[in-house]
């Protein structure tokens, strides 16, 4: 099982390093990353945090960019060019081919993430004359708000057109920054059952705000590894749980 | 798997498909029962859409049926991974992934089925060499041609050795000399104890190559049997007879030629007669007249009668003359 699931996952990386499309948006990235060092000469006070602050905004938004279209177009260009018949006659359940190509894409954008930070954390080096280990702690809460990502767009894959699937996962991207909200909201009511049903959806929808700590990098309060642990817990029950349904949808897939 | 249980054996298949904004249901395969033994060839003919397909697509497990059993090597569950061990299959106008040579995708095909790299190497080196890709293992498949697509996809079904070969429509998008070799691998696997079974619509590699033919016509078997059982033991059906020179049109007119079973094509008048006796009768009376014999050809059913007559509903050709 191991030895499938890892060829899965490594055909896919390799797959996904040969799109020239990642290479576009890594490009962009790094282009935003290293204007962020005029943009600091431009401002006025607080110049390090000007970088920090724009350059790990640039991951997130190009990762994010890079997650959606790799995630949706990883399962769909399987069908439409019907690779997915020779892999899955051969002895190897759905869920490994699904779980797999996660896994591949998720190897794929570590790999980015990890460029981008560390250009980031050389830009500000070099600037700021100071090391700031803020900077990979973030962009390790990014990725994992990257791999939740992927999960979700191999789910809406499992069952939909990639434009929607697009759609879909973008809209619970922006839902999920915003879904600790519904708890604030539904705490107001004086009903109970509004305050249920509003913590029940919070359940059901991502927390993407778990994986952020952009800010508290910026004004340098993040310095521990420790600050990974609960959204990595969060990532694996959450990322799994979708990820299952994605493997139960695509398991009694038809192939037309 | 028991002794004897068939290689493959299907009881009461039936499915149907979604389709249209409304979703309604299309029926694709109804009531398609058949069985292949070890060791057989068996084709499975029928024009566009008559779910030869779709079947093959529930063999491996690519679709699932609304009904009926499908059984591999007698387990219920063909869908095991140690069942699929034993399977090996191509899709019609297979598709790989193209930014692989065709070594990188026939060492990938060998891990997902559990080879070691060593075995994986020396069977892509053998099959490549075998399909005519020799040479062509290093190459980026995205510069492949069609018919070496096709040529990667029999390496790949046949990779791990599996005891049952299914094939999707093998000889679409070969050249003749392609489609010679791929007929001739297939011959090779049956003597090898291999069982094959595969799907197409060009019925002269069906007739030349199989034991058994499986007849699919707008999702039912309209006919399964082995050649000789269908083309009931090769029998003679009529004797084509073609005469020249032309004799006289009013000879014509008044020898009582039998309607509608004979023409006049340029220089030559042919005869359908329904048996010797009719031939030996036609050819004096054509003689008397002062032409000659220039063939006399038994015509014995073909396979392509059996597919007209159960396909088209026409009358097999031969005898529609005139």
């Given at each position: 099982m191991g030895s499938r699931l890892l060829s899965i996952a490594a055909n896919t990386f390799r797959e996904t390093i040969r799109n020239k499309i990642l290479y576009t948006i890594l490009a962009f990235a790094l282009?935003?990353?290293?204007?962020?060092?005029?943009?600091?000469?431009?401002?006025?006070?607080?110049?390090?945090?000007?970088?920090?602050?724009?350059?790990?905004?640039?991951?997130?938004?190009?990762?994010?960019?890079?997650?959606?279209?790799?995630?949706?177009?990883?399962?769909?260009?399987?069908?439409?060019?019907?690779?997915?018949?020779?892999?899955?006659?051969?002895?190897?359940?759905?869920?490994?081919?699904?779980?797999?190509?996660?896994?591949?894409?998720?190897?794929?954008?570590?790999?980015?993430?990890?460029?981008?930070?560390?250009?980031?954390?050389?830009?500000?080096?070099?600037?700021?004359?100071?090391?700031?280990?803020?900077?990979?702690?973030?962009?390790?809460?990014?990725?994992?708000?990257?791999?939740l990502i992927v999960c979700a767009a191999s789910f809406f894959s499992a069952f939909t057109t990639p434009v929607l699937s697009a759609t879909f996962t973008?809209?619970?991207?922006?839902?999920?920054?915003?879904?600790?909200?519904?708890?604030?909201?539904?705490?107001?009511?004086?009903?109970?059952?509004?305050?249920?049903?509003?913590?029940?959806?919070?359940?059901?929808?991502?927390?993407?705000?778990?994986?952020?700590?952009?800010n508290q990098v910026v004004y340098g309060e993040v310095r521990s590894f420790s600050v990974l642990l609960l959204p990595a817990g969060y990532l694996l029950a959450y990322g799994g749980g979708v990820l299952f349904l994605a493997c139960l949808l695509f398991s009694r897939k038809d192939f037309k | 798997m028991t002794g004897d249980a068939p290689v493959i054996e299907v009881r009461d298949l039936a499915k149907t498909y979604p389709t249209g904004f409304w979703r309604r249901r299309v029926e694709v395969l109804r009531d398609v029962s058949f069985s292949v033994r070890r060791n057989e060839i068996v084709g499975f003919l029928g024009p566009n859409g008559a779910g030869k397909t779709t079947t093959i697509k529930i063999l491996n497990r690519l679709a699932f049926p609304d009904g009926g059993?499908?059984?591999?090597?007698?387990?219920?569950?063909?869908?095991?991974?140690?069942?699929?061990?034993?399977?090996?299959?191509?899709?019609?106008?297979?598709?790989?992934?193209e930014y692989l040579t065709g070594e990188e995708f026939l060492r990938l095909c060998g891990r997902l089925c559990g080879m070691g790299r060593q075995e994986t190497g020396e069977r892509s080196e053998t099959l490549l060499s075998r399909v005519g890709l020799e040479g062509a293992g290093r190459m980026a498949i995205r510069k492949y041609s069609k018919g070496m697509m096709q040529r990667l996809g029999l390496a790949q079904a046949l990779l791990h050795d599996p005891e049952l070969i299914i094939l999707d429509e093998p000889m679409s998008g070969l050249d003749p000399l392609g489609r010679m070799d791929v007929r001739n691998l297939i011959r090779e696997l049956r003597g090898s104890g291999k069982t094959v079974f595969f799907s197409s619509h060009i019925i002269s590699d069906v007739e030349a190559l199989c034991d058994r033919v499986i007849l699919l016509h707008r999702g039912r078997k309209v006919a399964e049997g082995s050649l000789e059982e269908l083309l009931g033991g090769g029998d003679m059906q009529c004797v084509e007879v073609t005469f020249s020179p032309i004799p006289d049109p009013g000879w014509l007119a008044d020898a009582g030629l039998p309607p509608g079973r004979w023409n006049v094509e340029g220089n030559v008048v042919i005869v359908v007669a329904q048996d010797e006796e009719e031939a030996d009768r036609w050819i004096g009376e054509f003689r008397r007249a002062g032409s000659r014999v220039r063939s006399c050809v038994p015509v014995k059913r073909r396979l392509e009668d059996i597919y007209v007559e159960h396909v088209v509903g026409g009358k097999p050709p031969g005898g529609a003359r005139g």
């Open positions: 282009l935003v990353i290293g204007l962020t060092w005029f943009l600091a000469d431009l401002s006025v006070g607080e110049l390090t945090r000007i970088i920090v602050d724009v350059g790990l905004a640039g991951i997130h938004v190009f990762g994010v960019i890079m997650a959606v279209f790799l995630g949706i177009t990883l399962i769909h260009q399987e069908l439409e060019r019907k690779t997915v018949y020779v892999i899955l006659s051969k002895p190897v359940p759905r869920w490994e081919f699904v779980v797999g190509k996660a896994l591949g894409l998720s190897g794929t954008l570590a790999l980015v993430t990890s460029v981008m930070s560390v250009v980031l954390f050389g830009v500000h080096a070099a600037y700021a004359k100071a090391i700031e280990p803020g900077i990979l702690l973030a962009s390790a809460g990014v990725y994992m708000e990257l791999v973008l809209c619970l991207f922006l839902i999920g920054h915003v879904s600790r909200d519904l708890v604030d909201f539904g705490g107001r009511s004086a009903w109970s059952a509004v305050r249920w049903g509003a913590f029940a959806l919070y359940g059901a929808l991502p927390d993407l705000e778990l994986f952020n700590w952009k | 059993t499908v059984r591999l090597f007698g387990a219920a569950d063909g869908y095991r991974p140690e069942v699929r061990r034993r399977i090996g299959f191509m899709p019609e106008q297979p598709y790989f992934y």
